[in-house]
């Protein structure tokens, strides 16, 4: 049977919304019998290849490929071309859906325009609530045709498959590799090869974005770093035979690489990790110049772009970028709050604690009212939140007898003179010989922000914790990580 359009869904543990995809393309105003629907099920273990055979039992047009084992989406998308038989493919995830029209309308102005690629409206949403779209998507106001990419360099932007039909002739240029981003450089290629692409504002894909349980990129980990940083190099390999759109390739390269200095400033991963990243990106990094940041801004608006990091991150060595862009850079947004938890019996909870928010000085004199607590077992005074801070105790008492700290969370030693903080919960325990029943406690100290000397004090240390954390890192495995600064991330 000859179909106008073929569409491959690579399918994993989709059940919530699979049933909803497929409605959705059953009801296609083009009429179901002319559509090519190729689900490839990717060794679902819910009740994913259930829904589809109910399908496959109903719409002659539908076709169920079945993997033995997980294979990921990039494959799913390659095996599923194999057994495509019309002239026209477009891709949709298992967990999204489209508008009624949006076959018979795309196609009717493809082939009126005798177009390759055509491209049409997404919405993303959560929850089924729409929220807007992100940086790397068009918001196509009207239709358009595009015939050189210079004339609308926004279109790079368009990075993704699943709202895009591609003729017959694009077809070569869809394989995707196994990984994440595996459709950013096929998306990329199909536009740079395309002699006319229709942009098409009356049909619409509906995204649903990560945080829902269905998703397959829930979570940032150092792989999404790492295969961003791959995606980068290849882009950048296409400017040798598409040089008259370099600077349009650079402008979404220094996109993606923001991107990734932002998972890096924003989670907390082993240094050693982050160290890996950064030798990724130290690859392609020095390409950026002063004209892209302008030109993206141009294009993308000023958003919050980390350009002073990337235009000078080769003045640093590893460790020194991380200092400055990352963990002396968070210094501004200290958070002047001391808390005093009281273990009542029950260990330090949240819910037996006291916070006193304070004006942030060389020398402190806070007083806590413990009046409400009885049978007091241990107190751990925390003198400031979110900062990197050298901290010394001058004077805990209580009824004018002083009380002694017994040890805490710092750097170094409680002998020192002062004690250095690199976590940003730090705290001190206090000696439990004191009267159980205490009323109130006072506390006086010294306490200063780390500047950039004590830092890299810090830092000269590195070679010494970076292999203990090897170490480590070989232990905790799939378990919570602790990153150099002391940082846990879940």
Same mark, same amino acid.
């Not at 349980?213 to 829930?218: A, K, L």
């Not at 019996?345 to 949240?350: K, L, P, S, T, V």
């Not at 306490?447 to 000397?453: E, F, G, S, W």
């Not at 002391?486 to 879940?490: P, Q």
């Given at each position: 049977m000859s179909y106008q359009i073929s569409v491959v869904i690579p399918v994993y543990n989709a059940q919530k919304y699979l049933k909803k995809c497929?409605?959705? @393309?059953?009801?296609? &105003?083009?009429?179901?019998?002319n559509i090519e629907v190729i689900i490839v099920d990717d060794f679902s273990q819910d009740d994913s290849l259930k829904i589809a055979k109910s399908y496959l039992n109903k719409y002659p047009s539908f076709k169920l490929i079945e993997l033995d084992s997980n294979k990921g989406q990039g494959n799913g998308r390659n095996i599923g071309l194999k057994h495509v038989s019309s002239?026209?493919?477009?891709? %949709?995830?298992?967990?999204?859906? %489209?508008?009624?029209?949006?076959?018979?309308? =795309?196609?009717?102005?493809?082939?009126? *325009?005798?177009?390759?690629?055509? @491209?049409?409206n997404s919405q993303f949403i959560s929850n089924n609530e729409d929220i807007p779209l992100d940086v790397h998507q068009l918001d196509i106001n009207e239709d358009k045709v595009i015939n050189d990419l210079n004339d609308y360099p926004q279109l790079i932007f368009s990075t993704s498959v699943w709202n895009k039909i591609f003729n017959k002739k694009l077809f070569k240029f869809l394989s995707f590799p196994s990984? /994440?981003?595996?459709?950013?450089?096929?998306?990329?290629?199909?536009?740079?090869?395309?002699?006319?692409? /229709?942009?098409?504002s009356e049909s619409k894909y509906f995204y649903r974005r990560s945080?829902?349980? =269905?998703? &397959? &990129?829930?979570?940032?980990?150092?792989?999404?770093? +790492?295969?961003?940083?791959?995606?980068?190099?290849?882009?950048?390999?296409? #400017?040798?035979?598409?040089?008259?759109?370099?600077? %349009?390739?650079?402008? @979404?390269?220094?996109?993606?690489?923001?991107d990734i200095l932002f998972w890096i400033f924003h989670y907390d991963w082993y240094i050693g990790e982050e160290k890996k990243v950064l030798t990724e990106i130290e690859k392609f990094i020095n390409k950026f110049s002063k004209d892209d940041f302008d030109f993206l801004k141009e294009l993308k608006g000023d958003y919050y772009?980390? #350009?002073?990091?990337?235009?000078n991150f080769n003045d640093y060595d590893f460790e020194t970028f991380l200092a400055k862009y990352k963990y002396f850079n968070n210094l501004?947004?200290?958070?002047? @709050?001391?808390?005093?938890?009281?273990? &009542?019996? *029950?260990?330090?909870?949240?819910?037996?604690?006291?916070?006193?928010r304070y004006e942030l000085k060389e020398n402190n004199d806070i007083s806590f009212n413990l009046s409400e607590f009885k049978d007091i077992v241990n107190l751990r005074f925390d003198p400031i939140e979110q900062a990197f801070i050298k901290c010394k105790i001058c004077l805990v008492s209580s009824n004018n007898n002083e009380i002694k700290i017994a040890e805490s969370n710092s750097f170094n030693n409680l002998n020192d003179e002062f004690q250095t903080f690199t976590t940003l919960d730090p705290f001190y325990i206090l000696d439990n010989d004191f009267d159980k029943n205490i009323s109130r406690i006072n506390f006086k100290f010294k306490?200063?922000? +780390?500047?950039?000397?004590n830092l890299n004090n810090l830092f000269n240390e590195k070679d010494n914790i970076i292999n203990n954390l090897s170490c480590e890192n070989r232990q905790f495995k799939n378990s919570d990580k602790k990153g150099f600064f002391?940082?846990?991330?879940?």
């Open positions: 497929l409605d959705s @393309i059953v009801g296609q &105003t083009l009429g179901i019998e002239d026209f493919v477009t891709f %949709i995830d298992s967990d999204d859906f %489209i508008l009624e029209n949006t076959f018979e309308n =795309s196609l009717n102005k493809m082939k009126k *325009h005798n177009c390759e690629l055509l @491209i049409y990984k /994440y981003y595996e459709d950013t450089t096929v998306a990329i290629n199909t536009i740079l090869n395309s002699n006319k692409i /229709y942009l098409n945080g829902d349980d =269905s998703s &397959t &990129t829930t979570t940032i980990s150092i792989k999404n770093c +790492l295969d961003l940083s791959e995606t980068i190099l290849e882009i950048f390999s296409l #400017e040798k035979t598409y040089s008259k759109y370099s600077k %349009i390739l650079n402008i @979404i390269n220094l996109k993606f690489t923001n772009l980390f #350009e002073d990091a990337i235009l501004p947004y200290v958070n002047s @709050i001391a808390n005093l938890y009281v273990d &009542t019996g *029950h260990g330090f909870n949240e819910d037996e604690k006291i916070s006193i306490l200063a922000i +780390l500047n950039k000397v002391g940082l846990i991330k879940r």
